[in-house]
Structure formats: structure tokens, C-alpha cells
């Protein structure tokens, strides 16, 4: 008999509707009943109640290739979660089916053993130095000895969309936040070895993440990633443990710096834009409006909304590990949300997340589309100026002014100066 997850309920539960099947992104891209949402919980069901008879009967009922290759043409969006009947949590479902399968020694497919293996050994997927994590850290931000907010950069931000990463350290130090990274401390959060079932490696990569954070004496991370704010406001709890201090996705923190009034605009940006909400941010981390109160306080900005937004957002084909497996229905899947944009009228396609950025520009690419695919940090970049922003200069020289203080005082026979702790903490 095989050895089946903590499914039973949701296997009896399932009514084989199909509402699911409408608003799976995959299967618009295969369309065979099996990689459904629906045919792979019948496929579980046949497993699960499997018996001598068929084995009498010469009926196959066993974890195969097949299945686990439909099991990962998913991108964990969870769509089909929203309109199912019986309420039947779809994003951690597909995540411990997975895990599962990764355990029978099945999965996951090469290409996301790959993706673990890199992260176990150069703590990130795309196995860059880790010495390189830091150095896209824009030199006029000065980094601060006693941080308000450590910026989790990702390892999308820190090796493939560096700007994204720049941005947002740019605009919170304009707003007069005093921040830091950890550099070549920071590790991945994990999230591509989670999504593909490979769970081995979250406890101690959240372990360290969160002791590097508590060390430097942070008062709350921030990141722009939405893997890495769900991974880690969410999943290092089941692994390890909650963060001792507030995580934020940085739509959140900034949507609060501007109702504070620490960032200021400078700039109006006449133009007409529509917003993606990653899934992982969206419908996996609940948060909708915060993207879309920043968008709405930038001088100048229309949005409009894309018919399938929110909870019912369309994927943009990247998540899940589907991208590395499937990268070419992962850009299908994005060109299609790009046609949805370009149906708004928008010049501007925005979302909050790199890995979103990256797959929906290569959709836009693919179809030829005149739109502009941007994160929400870099619109706020161009709306603000660091010479306008008080906040900012007075939190410059407070940090000059804490320097001083720790400076050596004058003595009859001078010492050498101290070495600066800066170079101590380049990444």
C-alpha cells in the first residue's frame, strides 16, 4: 500500500466540478485533462484507495512519471483555489502533494534539483558568488550602522534585477530610512526549493536569516519580492520560527512612509497604468490595496484595472518553478496577462515583484507589445528627488553626527585612526 500526505479530507471533498479547470493557467497551455487542478485530485484519489484487486486486475495505480510531470506543470498560483466549492486550501495542497513525492523519491524533475542544489551550495538558485550579493547597493545610500530596516534584496534583486533592488534602497533613503543589507549574509529565502517540494533546507536558511537580522538590531525587514515575503513571513514559521520583528513587503512600508508624509513627490508621471498582483503577494499573502494606494498617491498617474484583478488575478506563468521547467509556456502564460494590459489602454504594466517583471517582459516581448513593464519601485524613483527630501538629509546627518561621537577624542599623543566599519560590512 502506499503511503499517502495528510490529504484524506480534501481528496473526499473535492466534487470533480471542473471550475477549476476554467481558470488554470497551465491548461490553457495543455489542455489535457490530467494536469488539472481536478484530474490530478482524481489521480490522488485512485492512489489513495488502491487495493489488491488491481494488482488482480493489471490497473497501473501508482505514483508514475506521468503524474509527476503533471504535478509540476503548475505554477502554484492558486487560482484554483478561489473558485473551488469546498474550500480547499489549493496553495499548500500542491506544496505538500510535492513534498510527498519529492519523499517517495520520485520527484522533484532535475531541473528544480538543480535549483536546491545551488542554493545549498552558494546560497542562492542561480549559483553567483556570495560575495557579489551586495554589490549592487547604489553608493549614494549610505548604509547605516544601526538600521531601522534591513532591505532584503532576494536573489532575483541581488544577481538578475538589480535595479529593482537599487530602486527600492533608494526611495526608503529618500524617505529618511536608516537601512542596511546583510550582503554576503543574506541567503535565500528558499522559496524555489519550497514551491518544488524540497523542504530540507528552510529550517536552517530561516534560522540564519532571521539570527542576521536580530544581530545588526533591525527594527523590521523589508523586501520586494513576493516569494521571498511570503516564504518568510509565512513559511519560516511552519519550518522554524516567526520572525522576532515585523516583515513588510515594501509596497506596505512605503504606503505608510507616504501617509506619514517622510516620502514626498517631486514629480508628476503623466501616465496611464495598470497593476499585476503577484500571486504570492496577492492571493498567497492577502495584500491587494497597499500596491494600489501607493500607484494612486503618485502625481499624474492613472490606473486602471485590468478585468481579472485581486483575488482573481491571472497569473503571470513564473511561479511555482514552472518558469525553469516550462520556460516556454511560462511566457505564453505572460504574454496572454500582457494582451489583458495592453486591452486597458495602459502605457505602463506594474507589479511588485522581480520575478514577475522578468517573465512579463519577456511576454511582452514575445508578442511585440508597445508596454512598458515596470516594478512599482522604479515609478516612485522617478517620482521623487533626493534634494527635496529633508527626511533624508537629516537622516544623513544624524548618522554623521552618531560618527562623530564614536570618533577618538583628541589626546597629547594622537592614535591612528580607526578603520571605518564600512569596509567591514561590504558585501
Not at 304 to 327: L, W
Amino acid at each position: 500500500m502506499v503511503k499517502m500526505p495528510e490529504i484524506n479530507r480534501e481528496l473526499l471533498a473535492c466534487l470533480q466540478c471542473g471550475y477549476c479547470v476554467r481558470v488554470c493557467p497551465t491548461y490553457e497551455q495543455t489542455p489535457w485533462e490530467s494536469i488539472t487542478p481536478r484530474g490530478k485530485v482524481f489521480y490522488l484519489n485512485q492512489i489513495s484507495k488502491r487495493s489488491p484487486v488491481d494488482t488482480l486486475l493489471g490497473r497501473k495505480v501508482k505514483v508514475d512519471q506521468e503524474f509527476v510531470d503533471a504535478l509540476f506543470r503548475c505554477t502554484g498560483c492558486a487560482q484554483c483555489e478561489t473558485v473551488c466549492h469546498v474550500n480547499i486550501e489549493f496553495a499548500d495542497f500542491w506544496e505538500k502533494v510535492r513534498e510527498w513525492v519529492v519523499d517517495q523519491g520520485k520527484g522533484p524533475l532535475p531541473v528544480h534539483a538543480k535549483l536546491a542544489k545551488a542554493i545549498k551550495e552558494t546560497r542562492n538558485p542561480y549559483g553567483e558568488p556570495t560575495e557579489k550579493r551586495g554589490a549592487w547597493w547604489p553608493e549614494e545610500v549610505p548604509r547605516a550602522d544601526r538600521p531601522d530596516v534591513i532591505f532584503f534584496a532576494g536573489c532575483t534583486g541581488s544577481y538578475r534585477m538589480q535595479r529593482i533592488a537599487k530602486a527600492g534602497a533608494v526611495v526608503l533613503s529618500r524617505a529618511g530610512v536608516k537601512i542596511d543589507i546583510l550582503g554576503g549574509d543574506e541567503w535565500c529565502c528558499t522559496s524555489p526549493a519550497l514551491r518544488t517540494g524540497q523542504t530540507g533546507l528552510t529550517a536552517s536558511f530561516a534560522e540564519h536569516n532571521i539570527r542576521a537580522v536580530e544581530v545588526r538590531g533591525a527594527k523590521a525587514m523589508v523586501m520586494t519580492c513576493a516569494g521571498c515575503f511570503k516564504t518568510t513571513s509565512t513559511d519560516y514559521g511552519r519550518y522554524f520560527a516567526n520572525p522576532s520583528f515585523p516583515v513588510y513587503h515594501f509596497t506596505q512600508y512605503v504606503n505608510n512612509l507616504i501617509k506619514e508624509k517622510k516620502l514626498k513627490f517631486t514629480k508628476e508621471i503623466k501616465a496611464k497604468v495598470t497593476y499585476h498582483d503577484p500571486c504570492h503577494l496577492g492571493r498567497h499573502g492577502g495584500v491587494y490595496e497597499d500596491p494600489r494606494d501607493v500607484i494612486k498617491k503618485i502625481p499624474g498617474i492613472e490606473l486602471v484595472e485590468m478585468p481579472r484583478n485581486r483575488r482573481g488575478s491571472r497569473c503571470c506563468g513564473a511561479g511555482g518553478g514552472f518558469k525553469s521547467a516550462f520556460n516556454d509556456m511560462a511566457v505564453n502564460i505572460a504574454a496572454e496577462r500582457v494582451k489583458e494590459a495592453v486591452a486597458t489602454g495602459a502605457e505602463i504594466l506594474v507589479t511588485t515583484c522581480p520575478f514577475c517583471v522578468v517573465n512579463l517582459q519577456a511576454g511582452a516581448k514575445a508578442i511585440g507589445a508597445n508596454i512598458k513593464v515596470l516594478d512599482v519601485s522604479e515609478l516612485l524613483l522617478e517620482a521623487t528627488d533626493p534634494s527635496a527630501a529633508p527626511a533624508a538629509a537629516e537622516g544623513a546627518k544624524a548618522s554623521k553626527a552618531e560618527a562623530a561621537a564614536k570618533a577618538p577624542k583628541a589626546e597629547a599623543v594622537p592614535k591612528a585612526p580607526a578603520k571605518p566599519k564600512a569596509e567591514a560590512q561590504k558585501a
